[in-house]
């Protein structure tokens, strides 16, 4: 009888999230045939050519007619969204709704820039960059989360390692290196805070998570006003890390400016993208790490130190949020800002879970959030019509969106943020 019940439970779940889906493809495909307002005879134009050190990248410009773009694919939207509540697109209908909701942006930056030139190779170079901080987040999310303890203080050691990596920056003969390695072990201290308290102490992860976060913002806004406002010379880190070009491949059209002429710690993210995954999979280690996530009990049982585990996997995470502080303040703008971070932690949460707690998929979601937040910059000078506070809500927005599970339910360790106790069932 429960089993038949759990059935049902489970069809209905899936009849309603394919109506869901139908109905948003539907409402999203009748606010895009608006756009089609003032659009008739004109074109936009994509500048995909670039400028990097002084040497320019030739790529002919994409020109697309306006009108017929945005009616013909807000079209094919609609009808996506009849079919989907007909028949359903089934194991395709997340990539269907990435899709369509991926052509909707698009469509709107065809409708922003008509009439007008706009550069979107620009575009996606900033859009990596906005990405790699949040990308860092979501990794440090993971190493944390996949030995089964919750770390939302992942704002607060990204703050804090900004601040000191900013600071020993500017006393230091203006040294990188050790910016960058401070700012690494400021994390690591506060994750040694977290995993203590979490650990030892079994004190509420959201609770001990949330208390860095206010440490943080206490502990660097006190000494920004009382010593680096007085003193510049203690917040002024100059130079910032410079772009390294790898050869050859940097002057590949598009792809070279984005992939291939950024800073150093873009490819050190994205080396790290693909560690971990390497990592989880195909490891002894990692393994262990997942099996403590999953079932701390029966990992004990077969031998492996829980506790160990979870410490080390804590300290990594604190290393990683450091590492993003530090470069979101030495890496990129040369000095510290009160609350730097903006939210930056809590985006790499959302791009985690988005990801399903995989860094592939915690990578895309990031992308996807650095993607809003730098185009809510361009569209502001575009002067589209639309307030900048509007066009500012859209990387949370699209946070919002992940966290209420509509692009489809997310499964976390099942440990994840329960403290284990060495004896108890």
């Not at 007085?230 to 059209?253: E, F, K």
């Not at 990692?286 to 829980?306: C, F, H, Q, Y």
């Not at 360790?413 to 069932?425: H, M, Q, S, V």
């Given at each position: 009888?429960?089993?038949?019940?759990?059935?049902?439970?489970?069809?209905?779940?899936?009849?309603?999230?394919?109506?869901?889906?139908?109905?948003?493809?539907?409402?999203?495909?009748?606010?895009?045939?608006?756009?089609?307002?003032?659009?008739?005879?004109?074109?936009?134009?994509?500048?995909?050519?670039?400028?990097?050190?002084?040497?320019?990248?030739?790529?002919?410009?994409?020109?697309?007619?306006?009108?017929?773009?945005?009616?013909?694919?807000?079209?094919?939207?609609?009808?996506?969204?009849?079919?989907?509540?007909?028949?359903?697109?089934?194991?395709?209908?997340?990539?269907?709704?990435?899709?369509?909701?991926?052509?909707?942006?698009?469509?709107?930056?065809?409708?922003?820039?008509?009439?007008?030139?706009?550069?979107?190779?620009?575009?996606?170079?900033?859009?990596?960059?906005?990405?790699?901080?949040?990308?860092?987040?979501?990794?440090?999310?993971?190493?944390?989360?996949?030995?089964?303890?919750?770390?939302?203080?992942?704002?607060?050691?990204?703050?804090?390692?900004?601040?000191?990596?900013?600071?020993?920056?500017?006393?230091?003969?203006?040294?990188?290196?050790?910016?960058?390695?401070?700012?690494?072990?400021?994390?690591?201290?506060?994750?040694?805070?977290?995993?203590?308290?979490?650990?030892?102490?079994?004190?509420?992860?959201?609770?001990?998570?949330?208390?860095?976060?206010?440490?943080?913002?206490?502990?660097?806004?006190?000494?920004?006003?009382?010593?680096?406002?007085?003193?510049?010379?203690?917040?002024?880190?100059?130079?910032?890390?410079?772009?390294?070009?790898?050869?050859?491949?940097?002057?590949?059209?598009?792809?070279?400016?984005?992939?291939?002429?950024?800073?150093?710690?873009?490819?050190?993210?994205?080396?790290?993208?693909?560690?971990t995954h390497f990592f989880y999979?195909?490891?002894?280690?990692?393994?262990?790490?997942?099996?403590?996530?999953?079932?701390?009990?029966?990992?004990?049982?077969?031998?492996?130190?829980?506790?160990?585990?979870?410490?080390?996997?804590?300290?990594v995470s604190g290393a990683i949020?450091?590492?993003?502080?530090?470069?979101?303040?030495?890496?990129?703008?040369?000095?510290?800002?009160?609350?730097?971070?903006?939210?930056?932690?809590?985006?790499?949460?959302?791009?985690?879970?988005?990801?399903?707690?995989?860094?592939?998929?915690?990578?895309?979601?990031?992308?996807?959030?650095?993607?809003?937040?730098?185009?809510?910059?361009?569209?502001?000078?575009?002067?589209?019509?639309?307030?900048?506070?509007?066009?500012?809500?859209?990387?949370?927005?699209?946070?919002?969106?992940?966290?209420?599970?509509?692009?489809g339910r997310s499964r976390m360790?099942?440990?994840?943020?329960?403290?284990?106790?060495?004896?108890?069932?």
């Open positions: 009888m429960s089993q038949a019940v759990s059935i049902n439970n489970i069809a209905q779940s899936g009849i309603r999230r394919r109506l869901t889906v139908g109905i948003f493809l539907l409402v999203e495909a009748a606010v895009l045939l608006l756009l089609l307002i003032g659009t008739s005879g004109m074109v936009s134009t994509f500048v995909l050519a670039s400028q990097r050190a002084g040497v320019d990248i030739p790529a002919p410009d994409l020109v697309i007619p306006s009108f017929a773009t945005i009616l013909v694919v807000s079209i094919l939207i609609g009808l996506a969204g009849v079919w989907q509540i007909i028949k359903g697109f089934k194991k395709y209908t997340n990539t269907v709704l990435i899709t369509c909701i991926s052509l909707g942006i698009l469509l709107f930056l065809i409708w922003a820039t008509r009439g007008k030139s706009f550069n979107m190779t620009g575009m996606l170079v900033s859009s990596v960059i906005s990405a790699t901080p949040i990308a860092l987040a979501a990794l440090s999310g993971i190493y944390s989360e996949r030995s089964g303890v919750v770390n939302i203080g992942i704002e607060g050691m990204m703050l804090f390692g900004s601040f000191v990596s900013v600071v020993v920056t500017s006393t230091t003969h203006h040294s990188l290196i050790l910016g960058f390695v401070t700012g690494i072990l400021a994390g690591v201290l506060l994750g040694a805070l977290h995993a203590l308290l979490t650990i030892r102490y079994r004190v509420n992860q959201i609770i001990s998570g949330t208390g860095i976060i206010i440490l943080a913002l206490g502990i660097t806004n006190y000494f920004y006003r009382a010593f680096l406002n007085p003193i510049p010379s203690l917040n002024n880190s100059s130079p910032i890390l410079a772009s390294l070009p790898i050869p050859l491949l940097w002057r590949i059209p598009v792809l070279g400016p984005i992939l291939f002429n950024q800073s150093p710690v873009i490819y050190i993210m994205f080396f790290l993208i693909l560690f999979n195909y490891t002894k280690w990692g393994l262990r790490i997942r099996s403590v996530g999953e079932n701390p009990k029966a990992a004990d049982t077969l031998g492996i130190n829980v506790f160990t585990m979870r410490y080390i996997s804590v300290l949020a450091g590492f993003a502080g530090a470069y979101m303040s030495i890496g990129q703008i040369g000095f510290f800002q009160e609350s730097m971070s903006a939210g930056k932690g809590f985006l790499g949460l959302a791009a985690m879970i988005f990801g399903n707690w995989n860094p592939g998929g915690a990578l895309l979601g990031s992308i996807i959030f650095g993607f809003f937040d730098s185009w809510q910059n361009k569209l502001s000078i575009l002067q589209v019509g639309i307030p900048s506070e509007f066009l500012a809500m859209a990387p949370y927005i699209a946070t919002m969106i992940v966290l209420a599970g509509f692009i360790p099942a440990a994840d943020g329960t403290p284990y106790k060495k004896g108890e069932a």
